[in-house]
């Protein structure tokens, strides 16, 4: 993980006076494909986040294996950030 960030001393001489929130991104890669996911409170309601998921495949584009990937990127979204959305949202529920 990232050392950026040591605590919330560090945040909070950043912010000073203002309000902070925090997001994260992430960026996981295999020799396939290499996918940035950020997450971050909605602005217009906190209760909600916001994920982005950028997927960046090497090479030149192949149309007729579009169809694939964006299934493989569906998949992905589906499962591995689902869960660990869910495992997150169980955490900050306590």
């Known amino acids: 993980m990232s050392e950026m960030i040591k605590g919330g001393d560090d945040v909070q001489a950043l912010a000073g006076a203002m309000r902070s929130e925090a997001s994260v991104t992430f960026l996981l890669s295999t ?5 940035t996911l950020a997450i971050e409170p909605l602005r217009a309601d906190p209760t909600y986040v916001y994920v982005d998921l950028d997927a960046q495949y090497p090479g030149a584009v192949d149309l007729t294996a579009v ?8 998949e992905f979204m589906r499962n591995q950030v689902n ?11 306590r």
């Open 67 to 74: 169809e694939g990937k964006i299934k493989s990127v569906d």
């Open 83 to 93: 869960n660990f959305l869910d495992k997150r949202a169980e955490a900050w529920g």
């Open 31 to 35: 020799p396939e494909v290499q996918y």
